[in-house]
C-alpha cells in the first residue's frame, strides 16, 4: 500500500506546530533523535524532516507529496505548487524596515536606496509593481544589523512581534506579505495519494474548526428562546433541552472563538444566564 510522504521542517516552530497538528489528527509519531524520516504505525504516512528552504523543491519535484509550510517561503521560491489548506499557525509578516531615525514611511523611500534582505525575489516583485529601483543586498541570517554596518538603508525580513527590529534600532514601515502555515502538495501525486489526502484533510479540517470554536451551554426562559436563538451562529439548530424549573431550558450551541465576547454580550442582552464555555477537542460536520 502507498504511504503519503509528508515533508515537515526539521526542527523549529513550525516542526512544533506542525507535529502537534498531525498528532492531533490521532497520528501517533515517535521518532528516535536524529531521525530523517519515520514511518508511522496507525496512518499510511510517511514524514519527511527536512531543511525549511529545501521543501518546495521536494514537493515540486515529486520526492514528498505534501509539507506544512509557510507562505512566505512559497512565494520566495516561486515554487510550482498546489496550496491545499491555510492552518492557522505559524503567523508573520515580510516587512520593509528601516532605521528608526528616518521618518518617511513612504515607499519612495527605497528609491535608489540599498536594501539587505533573505527574500530578494519577494522584494524584487513588490517594488517592481511599485516603480522603485533600489539595490538590492542578499544575505542570510542577521539582516537587521545590515543598517547599523553601514551595508543597508533598510531591510526586507520577517516580522512576527517586532521587538528584534526594536533592539537593532529599526521600525516597521511597509508590509510586503502576511504569511502562515500552509498544506502544500505536489502536482505529480497519484490518484491513490490523493485518496489518502483527503482522509487526512478530513482530520486536519475537524481539528481546525475545533480549535476556532467553542460549545457554549446556557440556561433561558422559553419565552426568550427564540431572540436568544438568532443570535447564536449555529451549524444547524442549537440543542433545547427542558430544566427541572418549569418555564426554563438549557440551550446548547457552538460558536466563534473569534467572535466570542461579541456574542455572549449579545447573549446576555438577549436574556441568556448562567453561560458555560468548553473547548472542543474535534469538530465533524
Given at each position: 500500500?502507498?504511504?503519503?510522504?509528508?515533508?515537515?521542517?526539521?526542527?523549529?516552530?513550525?516542526?512544533?506546530?506542525?507535529?502537534?497538528?498531525?498528532?492531533?489528527?490521532?497520528?501517533?509519531?515517535?521518532?528516535g533523535?536524529d531521525?530523517?524520516?519515520?514511518?508511522?504505525?496507525?496512518?499510511?504516512?510517511?514524514?519527511?524532516y527536512?531543511?525549511?528552504?529545501?521543501?518546495?523543491?521536494?514537493?515540486?519535484?515529486?520526492?514528498?507529496?505534501?509539507?506544512?509550510?509557510?507562505?512566505?517561503?512559497?512565494?520566495?521560491?516561486?515554487?510550482?505548487?498546489?496550496?491545499?489548506?491555510?492552518?492557522?499557525?505559524?503567523?508573520?509578516?515580510?516587512?520593509?524596515?528601516?532605521?528608526?531615525?528616518?521618518?518617511?514611511?513612504?515607499?519612495?523611500?527605497?528609491?535608489?536606496?540599498?536594501?539587505?534582505?533573505?527574500?530578494?525575489?519577494?522584494?524584487?516583485?513588490?517594488?517592481?509593481?511599485?516603480?522603485?529601483?533600489?539595490?538590492?543586498?542578499?544575505?542570510?541570517?542577521?539582516?537587521?544589523?545590515?543598517?547599523?554596518?553601514?551595508?543597508?538603508?533598510?531591510?526586507?525580513?520577517?516580522?512576527?512581534?517586532?521587538?528584534?527590529?526594536?533592539?537593532?534600532?529599526?521600525?516597521?514601515?511597509?508590509?510586503?506579505?502576511?504569511?502562515?502555515?500552509?498544506?502544500?502538495?505536489?502536482?505529480?501525486?497519484?490518484?491513490?495519494?490523493e485518496?489518502?489526502?483527503?482522509?487526512l484533510?478530513?482530520?486536519?479540517?475537524?481539528?481546525?474548526?475545533?480549535?476556532?470554536?467553542?460549545?457554549?451551554?446556557?440556561?433561558?426562559?422559553?419565552?426568550?428562546?427564540?431572540?436568544?436563538?438568532?443570535?447564536?451562529?449555529?451549524?444547524?439548530?442549537?440543542?433545547?433541552?427542558?430544566?427541572?424549573e418549569?418555564?426554563?431550558?438549557?440551550?446548547?450551541?457552538v460558536?466563534?472563538?473569534?467572535?466570542?465576547?461579541?456574542?455572549?454580550?449579545?447573549?446576555?442582552?438577549?436574556?441568556?444566564?448562567?453561560?458555560?464555555?468548553?473547548?472542543?477537542?474535534?469538530?465533524?460536520?
Open positions: 500500500m502507498s504511504k503519503l510522504k509528508i515533508a515537515i521542517q526539521k526542527s523549529g516552530r513550525l516542526n512544533e506546530q506542525s507535529l502537534q497538528l498531525l498528532k492531533s489528527c490521532g497520528i501517533s509519531i515517535n521518532n533523535n531521525q530523517l524520516k519515520v514511518t508511522v504505525a496507525n496512518f499510511p504516512i510517511e514524514i519527511l527536512l531543511r525549511n528552504s529545501d521543501i518546495p523543491q521536494y514537493i515540486e519535484d515529486g520526492v514528498a507529496d505534501i509539507a506544512m509550510i509557510g507562505e512566505n517561503l512559497l512565494v520566495e521560491k516561486q515554487s510550482k505548487v498546489e496550496v491545499v489548506k491555510k492552518l492557522g499557525f505559524s503567523k508573520c509578516k515580510v516587512c520593509l524596515a528601516v532605521p528608526k531615525e528616518v521618518e518617511d514611511d513612504d515607499i519612495s523611500y527605497f528609491e535608489g536606496k540599498r536594501i539587505a534582505t533573505s527574500y530578494p525575489n519577494t522584494l524584487r516583485g513588490f517594488l517592481n509593481k511599485r516603480g522603485i529601483n533600489a539595490d538590492i543586498h542578499t544575505i542570510s541570517g542577521s539582516v537587521e544589523i545590515a543598517p547599523n554596518i553601514g551595508l543597508a538603508d533598510g531591510i526586507c525580513d520577517i516580522v512576527s512581534s517586532g521587538s528584534t527590529l526594536f533592539k537593532n534600532g529599526l521600525r516597521q514601515t511597509q508590509v510586503i506579505l502576511k504569511s502562515e502555515a500552509v498544506l502544500i502538495k505536489s502536482l505529480k501525486m497519484s490518484a491513490e495519494k485518496e489518502l489526502l483527503e482522509n484533510l478530513f482530520r486536519i479540517k475537524a481539528v481546525l474548526r475545533a480549535k476556532n470554536s467553542k460549545y457554549i451551554l446556557m440556561n433561558v426562559r422559553e419565552k426568550k428562546i427564540e431572540a436568544v436563538t438568532k443570535i447564536l451562529p449555529v451549524l444547524k439548530s442549537p440543542t433545547i433541552l427542558p430544566l427541572a418549569k418555564g426554563w431550558c438549557s440551550l446548547h450551541s460558536i466563534d472563538e473569534n467572535k466570542f465576547w461579541e456574542v455572549i454580550d449579545e447573549l446576555r442582552l438577549a436574556g441568556a444566564e448562567d453561560i458555560l464555555i468548553i473547548p472542543i477537542d474535534k469538530m465533524v460536520i
